[in-house]
């Protein structure tokens, strides 16, 4: 075996021991939302980071919140209940609100918390010309602070960022600070060892209806044909310069080997050194252990020489659109943040589609919309994220967009909830189209 072998080997079974060792035989279900917002200044001005970091001092005041983080100047930068143990964080930059809730059973759970801290949350910010919007992208991202939080980490993603600005071929986009003003939706749903691949492949294919419904993030700094800038801030930026490492996948996995063997062709690009987090350009998985050296980057621009370790495996993470989790769980991390009265939809869709996977699975296999065996979902994402699209294709993703919010409500009614309900909006707008 040559090194490089050894190192793609051992790197398979680093990232199995990290991924899989935690996937249970009969999970239970349980729903995780992540949701994040720009916050908003009304009267058209940058948003005031001291109205912002004085909202999490009041939330401690008036809600039982705890801080368990705070940045370098002692505000507080991430909240967590006493009770139910959700938490409210700063998502990079002071402009951005993150709420990350506590597992629950059931949608209406999570809404209900949601709607009890934005009665706290939008009166306070409403007083000083601030609320909270449902939009993808800031749209005062070009006269902002866009400094990120001032704790290590926030840094660090920065200015590993800002490292496209010295790539030769100037492959990215010159926004390395997109991470401050774009926002998302995200739900994490429990997986089994059994199960977890064929869903991961299932739901890759639901992208394109995903781009259709979901998309709300036109960016107005570039002319970009799209709806999700989100998608081009992502892949055309340091996190994309693997383009394993992020977005839809090409493909389905035929099995787990060949799971691993793409997980293996994501990238590293920081470790830990004695409490200390350093940086570097980014390195696949499988050529990690290889290499003798690396030279990593202080946050304050000084390098250092760095011998990688198999602890620092641990560091790893991709961003995939359907990712899995160290916790058992996938992540689905491509939809836009919504307009708030529609924000538990795009929850309920893969709630819905994860519950009813073997009605996707068979649908998947013989639609007569989209021939998966020669289109590729990465380009079909991109395809129906245009911002105009022609007669045939409205057509055709109306028609895939449909079928999937029929499957994805028949699963909800079984799971006994009335969850469908949050389905029910976007069913009668595309039935009228």
Not at 79 to 91: A, M, P, S, T, Y
Not at 130 to 155: A, F, L, M, T
Request: aromatic share 12%; glycine share 4%.
């Amino acid at each position: 075996m040559t090194v490089k072998e050894k190192s793609q080997a051992l790197s398979q079974q680093l990232l199995a021991k990290r991924y899989l060792a935690s996937l249970k035989d009969n999970p239970e279900q349980y729903i995780g939302v992540e949701l994040e917002f720009p916050i908003v200044n009304t009267m058209g001005n940058k948003t005031d980071v001291l109205v912002t970091k004085a909202l999490f001092k009041h939330l401690q005041e008036v809600e039982e919140f705890i801080a368990i983080k705070q940045d370098e100047d002692g505000n507080p930068v991430q909240l967590q209940h006493k009770r139910n143990k959700d938490q409210i964080v700063f998502e990079l930059s002071y402009n951005t609100i993150e709420f990350a809730f506590e597992k629950t059973k059931t949608i209406q759970e999570v809404e209900s918390r949601f709607h009890h801290y934005l009665g706290i949350i939008q009166p306070f910010l409403r007083e000083r010309q601030h609320q909270i919007e449902g939009s993808g992208i800031h749209p005062y991202w070009r006269i902002n602070d866009n400094q990120p939080v001032k704790i290590d980490r926030y840094k660090m993603l920065i200015q590993f960022l800002q490292l496209s600005g010295q790539d030769p071929n100037n492959r990215f986009h010159h926004y390395p600070d997109y991470g401050t003003f774009i926002c998302g939706n995200q739900v994490q749903l429990d997986v089994s060892r059994a199960n977890y691949l064929e869903i991961i492949n299932a739901m890759n294919k639901v992208e394109p209806a995903k781009a259709y419904l979901f998309a709300n993030s036109i960016f107005d700094g570039e002319n970009w044909n799209t709806k999700i800038s989100r998608d081009i801030f992502w892949e055309d930026s340091m996190h994309g310069y693997y383009q394993e490492n992020v977005g839809v996948n090409p493909k389905a996995f035929i099995n787990e080997q060949e799971f691993l063997e793409y997980l293996a062709k994501t990238a590293l690009f920081y470790v830990y050194r004695e409490d200390e987090i350093l940086y570097f350009e980014p390195v696949r998985v499988e050529d990690y252990l290889a290499k003798e050296k690396i030279v990593a980057y202080h946050l304050d621009g000084t390098r250092q020489q760095i011998k990688p370790q198999e602890e620092d495996i641990k560091n790893h993470r991709s961003y995939h659109f359907q990712d899995l989790t160290t916790r058992g769980t996938i992540e689905y991390r491509s939809v836009c943040t919504q307009p708030l009265n529609k924000t538990f939809a795009p929850i309920a869709f893969h709630v819905g589609l994860h519950h009813n996977i073997k009605e996707l699975e068979e649908y998947l296999a013989q639609n007569i919309v989209f021939d998966f065996s020669k289109e590729n979902p990465k380009q079909l994402r991109r395809q129906y994220s245009k911002k105009n699209l022609t007669e045939s294709e409205l057509e055709k993703i109306k028609q895939y967009s449909l079928d999937l919010l029929k499957i994805s409500r028949r699963g909800l009614i079984d799971r006994g909830n009335n969850e469908e309900e949050y389905l029910e909006e976007l069913m009668k707008d595309l039935g009228k189209c």
